[in-house]
């Protein structure tokens, strides 16, 4: 975890600072100078007695106590050094920009470790190694450039890797997207992704801290801990946007069922963010857009004026918008539509988009704002206002920035003329706004950002299994699939509904079984893992007589152990799987049987375990849940029980990391019921 | 159609120059002198005897003979003017770029009639009115800026939208973006969008003129002539990239028939556009990122080899590239790998992402990007080099330049450290090259220009039905549904086979019919639009008594008029259909029938008249391609059959205009044959 020295120290010491702003010792020294740090300085040279006109120190046993050490030495020289800072120094917080450990051999990773230690010890954080360093609006302590402008209104912005972190602040600047706290965590020795957001979460203060969360990821090494904080972050009031890299990689996983080959772990990212409620992006450029859509007010409904004093973007921002499920709805006509259009030249139009032409003025985009805030049934507007490059349009930035303050509907600004008006932009940014200068990437921004559902405060995850009968039964099984018995008594224990089933070694056994399930039946092989393509399923069998000749029959097929029978159902086909991945525990698929899962790949996903809500709600995002409903003639299935099943395997499933994978193929469903009718369930330790 | 005078005028005057450069009458002139154009320049003006430095005149009449002509006065002086100079001083090119004409009133519009009367009447072209102007490698005629790099390296760009145009510009200059020939058609009162195209075509000299076109389009007026340019362009060896904007408007129109839903004016551009081959894009950015990976060579395979000194931007750009269907296969073991990684530094990675560290250097890259061209199987390169600013890096991206030059692969340039290096990717830019600052977005420009097939040279459109016969059943039909009798004709006429059918208004006819078509048939009422609803279908009859029972049954429901005796099909359902658009003419789907059209809107569109080979890549990209061709245990149903049903449809609609709306639902397909079992044809001239 890291700590207040970090953030705000009072006395910082560069460890290997340099003359040279061409090498990281010199280049953090300059940034620190440069960029408003109020404490005190020192440095430690071998040689000089100033760097940069801070004192310097040949050793760092010459040094009171320091909050913060940055250490730009090579690797071999850091456990020295961090040991006598922690020790005798009193500091509680390092940076360590070096590279040579974890990331190069054994040997710096047992390096890594041995600094971890002494860091604990002391009750110290400790930030890297092999990062570019720590930026708050107290301390710009990397050795990168550009420097943004850092202040508690700007955004905080966790990065695992330096030179992304870099090139994302490259994208976000000419934005005018300001930053709080910028952290690269390098190797992650000590502090991860997770721990600062953990941190972000228990320290945070509502109004005070940031509000906007950036996090660049490779690799989530704590999902528990990145859902927990960034769902308490989000519940406080906190947006967060983040880019998950590697989503591509991890897709070619070999799989014995179909829900393997359906899931990857992308799929738990994509489940896991869904979750927490934090907006994915898949590049710099998205997730600096996205950024800046947080920075503004909140959306707070579906509908969208447009004010454009140029048809195009207009049109591309409507699009955009409306293929993203957004509302640019028609002005309504009203005495405030008519009283409008009178202070606007001829020609301009009061529909949606509101084009007050290539000639508008700033006073006439001031009037348009204001019926937009008050008069117009839009929850906020965006202002697409450029030039031909004839003459400066400050008035015009100046007075949209004014209505940006006092607007109670969010206002997003598109400028698009960055060449002809460069200067005139630059002075709007300067006054804390951010510029989307193109109308498309903020359409295609402000449209992910409605379409991620926050979590809701009331969210309420019930148990609804027997979680002791699960131990139980789990604790015995052997690895591998498992036999109809040990499944149903699992959906027995979950409250999962399933065919009336028995498995009948003996023709006796199988007449039996037939008549107390009552006809007609089916009967499979058991045995068999692909129980169709052997010819091991008999459906619809009606009588004793039958039941005696299929018996005999599937014995005969290689392999069989035994014959199961089973009541025979019928209505739509369901599907339900789910696979454990690494460290992030089961994603659970819903869909409907058959084609639309196999070929229409008509699936949604959960991360276990799963509300009602949500079970509900990825129910609801299947292209198939009109069908689900019931469509045209054909019946639907109930919907509240599907959803209860699906939370019923999730808590089984959360109570049984053993099972890394399930099928539940098919179930069937209709207004009354959903019962299981097949599935394959493989536990592995 | 424009012409040569326009584009390479010899003298040019300004009517309503000025030298006020906040003015367009004064820009125009400073852009003039300030870019290149080596010709006599003369300006009008009612004071001045000189404007700029250039000789002024007070009347036109005072003129020599003058190529192009542009006028910057009010709309009401235009007329006199272009007739002045057309008929006196041979004036054979006008860009008028006053506003006041058809965009604003029919007074407007009718002077921009009478100026096209004289325009045409002595030979001449127009550009405009209400334009920003043209811009050529040999002048600058825009009362805008900025005014790009203007060569005939760059590329061609029509916009429908003189300030969307500027917009375009500016996003494109950032990223190194030369331009060629630049119009701004404004009103298109005598040349539109699809007339330059034309022109581009018919005057287009290869190795000469520029290769890559843009369009910015708000409207297509003659789609025929826009499909067959673009088409001959892209044949030539052009590439085309264009924006249509107002893709979501028109999507809510309403119609009767569920094609109808599913079409609009926008999937006949998208139709029109795949057709063609031009890559659609929907914003100014994506515009301009397409425009910079067509400026580079030709990517020719669908493996890239990434090659970067930072891992984030590496796997951002793996994932959005293997997300649209390109390769970045790994590098297979080998002498030239071993030898590749040796000159590398240690840690360094030649997988694919190949990664040669933060530390890499120039002479690293080229050692990297030789082995790429020469010993690697991948068919183009994408390098990203950034910064962390510490020391220029301008060694890199000159040797990148120059291998850019050499290589017969493509080479992406990704530099995103347009802060920290600014001067350097400047003087990357000033070399000719392209640049795209973010990875995500050229991956996806990239994929997007890779899934654009373009029209085969072998295209070949066969009219396969017979012309006169449909002409001469058309005549004869009234607006409207049309009875079976009619579709049969049809059907017959275009070589789409139809189950056996008859219309019977008696019993007797009806049971001799059903004889006829042998048992088991199916009955339907004819006369009610909405068959099923009212209880009028009724299948698998089995003999006479039946076909007494029901049709005495069928005859009482209301609005009927007779009784459809048809053949009995089983087999998949298909769907076909079709609508007319405006100027477009057909665009026609094809589908799987029921809920796959209805729920799973997994239909293709194509533009009537189709070829075989666009039937098959229609049917193709369909979701459910993988059922119809045979799916676990059920059949699958002849693709060659149903793209031919498929091709017929469209040239029985290309002769029969007058059908407004089509929809064949079902066709019931086998592995044999397939049957079109219902029809609805909408007639209306």
Chains 1, 2 share one sequence.
């Not at 209860?644 to 049984?656: E, G, K, Q, T, Y």
Request: glycine share 8%; hydrophobic share 40%.
């Amino acid at each position: 975890m890291i700590n207040e020295k970090l953030l705000h120290p009072e006395s910082i010491v560069i460890v290997g600072a340099s003359n040279n702003t061409s090498k990281p010792g010199g280049k953090i020294v300059k940034n620190l100078l440069d960029h408003n740090f109020k404490g005190d300085l020192f440095a430690i040279n071998p040689v000089e007695s100033q760097i940069q006109g801070i004192p310097a120190f040949h050793s760092v046993a010459e040094l009171p106590d320091i909050d913060l050490a940055i250490l730009a030495i090579p690797a071999k020289y850091c456990l020295e050094t961090v040991t006598q800072l922690a020790e005798e120094n009193n500091t509680k917080a390092f940076i360590i920009i070096s590279a040579g450990f974890g990331e190069t051999d054994e040997a710096g990773k047992e390096l890594e470790k041995k600094i971890v230690d002494v860091i604990e010890k002391n009750n110290a954080c400790l930030i890297g190694p092999n990062c570019i360093g720590v930026m708050t609006p107290s301390h710009a302590s990397v050795f990168t450039t550009p420097i943004p402008e850092l202040t508690h209104e700007g955004c905080d912005f966790i990065s695992g890797s330096g030179a992304t972190a870099v090139f994302i602040i490259e994208s976000g600047i000419p934005k005018g997207l300001r930053f709080a706290n910028v952290f690269s965590v390098g190797n992650s020795a000590h502090t991860g992704v997770e721990d600062i957001l953990a941190y972000l979460d228990e320290t945070y203060q509502p109004g005070i801290s940031p509000r906007v969360k950036l996090l660049y990821i490779e690799n989530i090494n704590n999902p528990d801990k990145l859902l927990s904080h960034a769902t308490s972050l989000i519940r406080k009031g906190c947006r967060i946007a983040a880019i998950k890299a590697g989503s591509s990689s991890a897709g070619s996983r070999a799989a014995s069922s179909h829900t393997g080959a359906l899931t990857s772990s992308d799929a738990a990212v994509e489940a896991l963010f869904r979750k927490a409620g934090i907006v994915r992006c898949y590049g710099r450029e998205e997730l600096t857009t996205v950024a800046s859509v947080f920075m503004g007010k909140e959306l707070e409904g579906e509908k969208l004026g447009i004010i454009t004093h140029a048809g195009g973007p207009g049109v591309m921002l409507t699009d955009a918008l409306e293929a993203g499920g957004l509302k640019i709805p028609e002005i309504e006509d009203s005495p405030a539509k008519t009283a409008l259009l009178k202070k606007l030249f001829p020609g301009s139009s009061v529909e949606n988009p509101i084009d007050f032409l290539a000639t508008g003025t700033a006073e006439q985009l001031g009037h348009i704002i204001d019926a937009c805030e008050k008069d117009f049934d839009v929850d906020g507007m965006a202002v697409i206002y450029g030039s031909p490059g004839l003459f400066p349009i400050g008035d015009v930035y100046d007075l949209l920035s004014e209505k940006m303050k006092v607007c109670k509907k969010p206002i997003y600004p598109i400028l698009p003329s960055i060449i002809n008006v460069k200067e005139d932009v630059a002075h709007f940014l300067s006054r804390g706004n951010v510029n989307f200068p193109d109308e498309v990437l903020l359409g295609r921004a402000l449209t992910k950002v409605m379409n991620t559902p926050r979590p809701s405060a009331s969210e309420n995850f019930t148990e609804l299994v027997n979680r002791d009968e699960i131990r139980s039964v789990i604790e015995k099984c052997e690895n591998g699939y498992q036999s109809p018995d040990v499944i149903h008594q699992l959906f027995n224990s979950a409250g999962i509904p399933m065919v009336k089933e028995t498995v009948a070694t003996s023709e006796s056994e199988a007449v039996l079984a037939a008549l107390n399930i009552g006809f007609p039946v089916v009967m499979k092989v058991v045995g068999p893992v692909h129980k169709t393509e052997v010819g091991g399923v008999v459906l619809n069998i009606r009588n004793v007589t039958e039941v005696r000749k299929e018996f005999h029959h599937l014995f005969q097929i290689e392999g069989t152990e035994g014959v199961l029978i089973a009541q025979m159902a019928s209505g739509t086909e369901l599907f339900l799987g789910a696979t454990y991945e690494d460290t992030f525990g089961h994603v659970v698929l819903c869909g409907m049987g058959g084609i639309y899962v196999e070929v229409m790949k008509d699936v949604a996903s959960g991360l276990a375990p799963l509300s009602n809500t949500e079970a509900l709600s990825m129910i609801k995002s299947l292209k198939s849940y009109k069908i689900l409903q019931g469509f045209r003639n054909q019946k639907g299935v109930n919907i509240e029980k599907f959803a209860d099943i699906l939370v019923r395997l999730s808590w089984l499933l959360r109570n049984a990391i053993e099972i890394k994978e399930i099928d539940i193929n098919p179930l069937l469903g209709n207004e009354n019921e959903i019962l299981a009718v097949d599935a394959r369930i493989r536990i592995e330790r």
